[in-house]
């Protein structure tokens, strides 16, 4: 199968008018995110986050008055019955979600006392509560601590499984769990109103180291890049690398505080993979005009020989591009919460950066081009030469074709 | 068909064998590639480690020491005061000059450095004997954690120094299910307990014979260190420890290194009066025999009882004089050497954990697959090829990662998504090149080589440049920048193996073995 068979789409032509209208979409970003502000996670901003699922409906008014600073939204699907909360950033270091974790657990479980919460405790628990009693007669060897250990996780493995308990058929039908157990844990246990899936808290002091290193990562590694292209093509391919990288970056920025997505370090490693992406693809098209330019034997214009170049990649670039969207796109509808967004932003960053490698990039080289070759006084040839030149310093090894000139002399 | 192709397609056999025993999960090791705390659940903790204690504690022992000197070197004992975190102020008993003092302590405050003030004598730890102070406690605090995360039986925990100033400890104990009680096993002060030993120790946990009289439900059975007649660590051996607990940790007053007879390092101790008396009718009731110090129900050292002991006494031993150290650190605090602060903590539940398990690796294998079938479609023959080249692809990243023991994060894997993505570029720039080729009327023969040889520069261009800013992020970068460059760097090598190496020898397999002229390919 061929999609695009010669094609000979004018993307020059079309530039400006793409690179206005994501201009306009990043300024609208912009717009949100100076009037209503990032939703910045808690890996920068430090602060608590605790994910909760309860056993009947969320009692949020509950939580709202035993946590009145606290942020309250439910997660996930309705019948998941689960909430996230988030707390705002204390002035001390410590460990917040623990402590508001704890409180809470003591707040909806008033009857609890000294019994295990089988929807609360781990399986360590589990497995010191049963082997104090010892209702399997193990003993008291390593055999024994084995033994309780294997029930304590295999209770806690069916926990996971179903979220949480909600009956006690539930935990007494879990494999390997005797008659006797199933009797100590029904004196001795209970089934608490929620179970936490989730918990983290950052500190200050964290949360701005974080944010720190995050920023470097992504600014060294994007100059790293931006050198790299500058060295082995162009100082001008380079800069317009860089220019494309920005561009998609606020991009991705932009619809991340329109949908009012948080900005984590997970954010961060999105925003990383849309920068290969789209670095990779801007080299493919490089390397191309590189070749074209070598190849050329009649006086071309250099805007020929990009839009040339921009449409011979043209199945490359939708087939690669479409390869990419295929998987995240599953990611999207099947991947579950925790991915969910994350891919999304990664969606987004990957269409952006295939159009932003055939908008922006070109603009920015023939602005670069026409300013340049003014100043020399020859348009066409200024552009020939510039080119020409880049090639003919013997970087490319693997393209050993003679330049023009030379083959004509 | 020539030699040459076959060494080709061994080496590749011999790739995709090796790499695919690393990722087969066993019997022993049921995780090969250990899953990041974000999809399997677990417990990631951050800890300051509060030196300050340790210098406070430090100065105290000096404020007191001061005191019991001035008294040994014959002159009165002066009123001390600590004054900060790192230095206290001795002032003269009535009647006596700063001059005898300073005769008597300077050299036993050799941490110290003194200094004349209006007042008296001032001193402050050095500098030196300050990092020493904090280096110490850091190490000890990490190997007071490690124990105890090991009686938790937590498989492959992670305990690192981190920070700027090496004063913080990360632990990462994946699987963990139950962050309170983790807390409370990390913070809570340990047991110090002195208690008796009965029969002989002995290198297996059940070989250890009791004498007559006591029996299995009496004692119970601890580890401790096994040394040689260097008095070097040479293993583990297990000692039968009575049950009854008679003097704790609570009782002591204070302990520090002294030296010995012969100038070898011991440990000096004393005992509250309560604690004194306990400590007598310990020792005068087992003369000869040994006496365990258990700490964090390890066994740290086990001295026979010389004399009956009242309130202080020596333990001596084959230390090393930063063992003994150690061990009078441990002794005065009971337990950690400082107080430990939490700067972060994330625990991600085993129902979450499983959860996104679950639903990733669905979603990753249905997306793979949809962008397997659309290659398929496009290229039809040569698709098949390219679906070989990324399953080896995969089959590498995840074998290397298994091998290198690499963690598997959220992140990770989308670096692996961007590794795919790449990787079906690298086919599908040299598939265009091929159709171009033929297009511009080439013998397929002639379009396969060049479409190999024109896609070579770009697709090195374009794994170099995703490659370098990897290796930047692998090394600015934290946690989950660090876990995306990890997958990206190792998906990239293998990525230019596979569609270099393994689609080129696919393609010489079935269109160039022979030197017969290629009818048509299915590209």
Redesign the interface.
Known sequence: ??IF??PKYDFLKWRFHAIALTTLFILAGLAIFLTRGLNVGIDFAGGANV?L?FQKAVPIEQLRSQLPNATIQSYGKSEDRSVLIRLPLQQQ???Y??QA??RLHNVFNPAGGSKVDLNF?????LSELLKSQDPDLKGRG?AAEQHY?RVGQAI??K???L??FTDYGQVTSVPGLSTASARVLSGRSYLGQF?????????P??GRE?QQ??I??IV???L??GL??AI?FDLKFGVAGIICLVHDVLFAFAFLAMVRGEFS??T???F??I???S??DT??I???VR?NVKKSRVREDFDTILNRSLN??L??TI??G???L??????I???????HD?ALL?FVG?IIGTISTLTVVPAVVLFWNKRLSRRQGTYGGGNRAEISRAATRGE?P??SVKTPRRAKG | MNRNLWWKIVLILAVLVIFTAAIIPTKNNPEKIPLGL?LK?GTHL?M?VNTDDALRAEVDQAVEAAKSRSVAGGIPAPVVRRLSNNSFLVTPAANRNVAEYERVLNDWFGGFSGKRTGQGIEYTLKTATMNEIEENTVLLSMETINNRVDA??VTEPIIARAGSGGDRIVIQLPG??????V?EIIRTTAQLQFRIVEGTPSAD?QGVTLPSGVTAADVDILPGDKHDELGRVNGTQYYAIRKSVPVTGRDLKSANTQKGEIGEPTIGFSFTPDGARKFKALTGSNLKRQLAIVLDNRVQSAPVIQSEIEDRGVITGNFEPQEAADLAMILRSGSLPASL????????????????I???V???V???I??LL??V????GAGVNAIVALLLNLVILLGMMAYFRATLT??G???I??T???A??SN??VF?RI??EL?AGKTIRGAIESGF??A???I???H???M??????FQ??????K??AVT?LIGLAASVFTAFFVSRVIFELIYLRTNRPVASISI
């Open positions: 199968m061929e068979v010669n994910i699922r270091e410590g460990d979600a623990g974790v704890t405790q781990g399986s360590g628990s390593i250990a806690i493995a926990r996971s499984e979220g949480l179970n936490v899936l989730n918990q983290e808290s950052v500190g002091q964290v974080l290193k995050a470097w990562a060294l590694s994007t790293a890049m790299y292209i082995r370090l997970i961060v490693a999105a990383l993979m920068i290969g992406y670095i990779n080299v493919v490089y390397d191309r070749e011979q990649t199945s490359r087939l690669t479409g390869s990419v295929l998987i995240l796109l599953s990611l509808l099947f991947g579950g919460e925790v991915i994350f990664l990957v490319a693997a393209l | 974000d659940g951050v300051q938790l039986g963990v299910d139950d962050p309170v009680r807390k946990p602060t939490t700067l972060e903590e994330r625990t991600v539940g085993p129902s979450l954990g499983r959860d996104s679950r639903k990733g669905t979603a990753a249905i997306g793979f949809l962008m659309a290659v479609v496009y290229y039809r959220l992140p894997i989308a670096g998504i961007l795919l993505g790449m079906i570029d599908v720039l265009e159709r171009e297009r040889t024109l070579f520069g770009t090195i261009d374009t170099l440049t995703t370098i800013a990897a290796l930047f992020l600015f970068g934290t946690g989950p920048i876990g995306f990206l």
